[in-house]
């Protein structure tokens, strides 16, 4: 089983504000019961403020170690840099609107891609010790939510630490290599790259948030590097013989990403994750800088709700570009559209089209 370290800095309060962690304020035994569960070093104080320690097994960072992931560098002149693509932010309507749907597969090339991702489904539920117990209905494996346990909050960070560090490579290949056809074919690209390289951008920003809360031993780190390898390599040559399957691929990968961190919202609202429930939960200062989330919305369930809503944009994006024309069409969700052209008369949502726009509706 892979394994994460859950830290808990508001033992060190001097340094609370400038790691701005979220933290879960528990007793003993409970963070005992957590470590134990996924194998997870989990550090708290007592009430005389000593520090405790459950068993670590993968883990290998002592205690008196633990430290700021990626503190911020501390230059002469630098105050802050700040991100390269802003958030855009959504509106509570919107995320309360996003909800697990799947694409039923159209072509042989569709079918492919279901069933891989179905497969790499299949191979993340066993790397990262999801019991049977623990998963859905294996009959609608993309909708259904309910289980009949569910996941601890430490096996959450390691599912999402370990999937954000995947979901944040397809957007830099798909990226690159359209930028270097772009330089060969001495052509425009239409608005792709700076979509999918967005897109990387804002899956690597869901992985760093999660690290405030979790730091990976070697075994988890050696399995990220692995998989990391594995799927680059194998995305950069199935882009380069099919973009139009790769992002179908993408899209369904990203159907079970929203299907993931719906199962997590509702787990968090029956009360089944309580160290997320609690009132005094703090999620990481980066979280609410990048999200622009307001006062009163900061809890761990809002913080899921927006990670949620980018996937359902990125389902939506690689599904609609899926449909199009992976040479000549431009990029409808940043292409400025004719008055009366059709229903749309501004760019169309993606998080609010499930299953994708088909060509006919974006580009006409």
Not at 58 to 87: C, G, M, N, V
Request: aromatic share 10%.
């Amino acid at each position: 089983m892979i394994s994460s370290t859950v830290s808990r800095t508001l033992y060190q309060p001097h340094r609370a504000a400038h790691l701005g962690r979220g933290l879960i304020p528990v007793h003993q035994t409970q963070f005992s019961a957590l470590a134990l569960t996924v194998g997870a070093r989990v550090v708290a104080p007592n009430s005389q403020g000593h520090h405790l320690t459950s068993p670590r097994y993968f883990s290998t960072t002592r205690a008196t170690q633990l430290r700021d992931f990626f503190p911020a560098k501390e230059t002469a002149y630098i105050r802050k840099t700040p991100p390269a693509w802003p958030h855009h932010g959504y509106t509570e309507q919107e995320m309360l609107s996003v909800v697990p749907e799947h694409r039923a597969p159209k072509t042989v090339g569709d079918w492919m891609a279901w069933k891989l991702v179905r497969m790499c489904r299949w191979a993340t539920d066993i790397a990262t010790g999801i019991r049977p117990q623990q998963q859905v209905d294996k009959k609608n494996p993309t909708t259904a939510t309910s289980a009949e346990q569910p996941l601890t909050e430490a096996q959450w960070l390691v599912r999402f630490i370990f999937l954000e560090s995947i979901a944040g490579v397809p957007g830099m290949v798909a990226g690159m290599l359209r930028h270097l056809e772009s330089l060969r074919r001495l052509k425009r690209d239409n608005g792709w790259i700076e979509t999918l390289l967005e897109e990387s951008y804002n899956e690597r920003m869901h992985l760093l948030t999660f690290m405030k809360m979790s730091e990976p031993g070697w075994f988890m780190k050696t399995m990220i590097m692995g998989a990391q390898g594995v799927f680059f390599n194998a995305l950069f040559i199935s882009y380069l013989i099919s973009p139009k399957i790769t992002h179908r691929f993408v899209g369904y990968l990203e159907e079970e990403a929203v299907h993931t961190y719906t199962r997590c919202i509702r787990e968090i609202e029956r009360g089944d994750l309580p160290k997320w429930s609690d009132p005094k939960f703090q999620i990481p200062e980066l979280a609410i800088t990048y999200w622009h989330m307001p006062e009163g919305k900061r809890t761990m369930r809002d913080l899921i709700m927006y990670i949620r809503a980018d996937e359902a944009v990125h389902r939506g994006v690689n599904h609609t570009l899926s449909n199009l024309n992976q040479k000549e069409d431009p990029n409808p969700f940043v292409s400025d559209y004719k008055v009366g052209a059709g229903e749309h008369m501004h760019k169309p949502n993606p998080h609010l089209k499930p299953t994708g726009y088909e060509r006919s509706e974006v580009i006409g």
